[in-house]
């Protein structure tokens, strides 16, 4: 079975620039959350979505957008990139919204480098 | 203050040791717990999840004590393998907290 699969896998973006990141579920999965992670620390929340509605949003400014599509893939859009936005980029699904317990299935991650 | 602390380490520890770790957490209505891996430039994947009972999983044992918001992780008799950084997790409602993660290297 195919488990979340993220892309691209790796990305370099000059400052200013915007790029869109993919996101597809484990099947059977209608949640996805994004999160980031930059270099020595753990990953920070983002987004979640659930059933194609934003369900939770983090501390990220609004230049961090996501959707999520009929099929519960899902694209995650950072304009104006800023050097501190080189991460890793992950995203996580679930089969239902985010309850207590529930595991989330992290995809590899997009590694993304600002210059 | 951080959602969730730990341990920064790194812990280097020799086969067959133990080692153990904590972490702590901020929000006393947090529901549920677990400690994940996360292998060098890898995505996290779940070790084990947390109960109030303390539980084990072959090798590894986690504690939980909510009165004191601390988790803990026992690895015992390490092995090569076990090298990674574990990253300690809080479930808030809809999110997963982590901590900065507790770095562990097992030598020969």
């Known amino acids: 079975d195919a488990g979340v699969t993220q892309s691209p896998t790796h990305l370099i973006k000059t400052r200013g620039q915007q790029v869109t990141l993919r996101c597809s579920p484990i099947s059977g999965h209608k949640s996805v959350s994004w999160y980031q992670q930059v270099l020595g620390q753990g990953p920070q929340f983002i987004f979640q979505?659930?059933?194609?509605?934003?369900?939770g949003r983090g501390n990220f400014p609004d230049r961090f957008s996501a959707r999520q599509f009929p099929n519960y893939s899902s694209e995650l859009n950072v304009n104006a990139l800023l050097l501190g936005d080189s991460a890793l980029y992950l995203c996580a699904s679930s089969p239902i919204v985010r309850q207590p317990g529930t595991e989330a299935f992290f995809g590899q991650g997009t590694r993304l480098t600002v210059v | 203050r951080k959602e969730v602390e730990q341990d920064p380490g790194p812990f280097n520890v020799p086969e067959g040791a133990t080692v153990a770790f904590n972490c702590t957490y901020s929000n006393s209505a947090s529901q549920s717990f677990f400690w994940y891996r996360q292998d060098c430039r890898k995505e996290p994947k779940l070790l084990m999840s947390v109960y109030s009972s303390g539980n084990e999983d072959g090798r590894f044992t986690a504690q939980l004590n909510r009165a004191s918001q601390y988790i803990s992780l026992l690895i015992r008799d390490s092995k090569l393998s076990d090298s990674a950084t574990y990253l300690c997790v809080v479930n808030d409602d809809y999110k997963l907290s982590f901590g900065a993660g507790t770095t562990v290297t097992v030598r020969a």
């Open positions: 979505y659930y059933e194609k509605e934003e369900r």
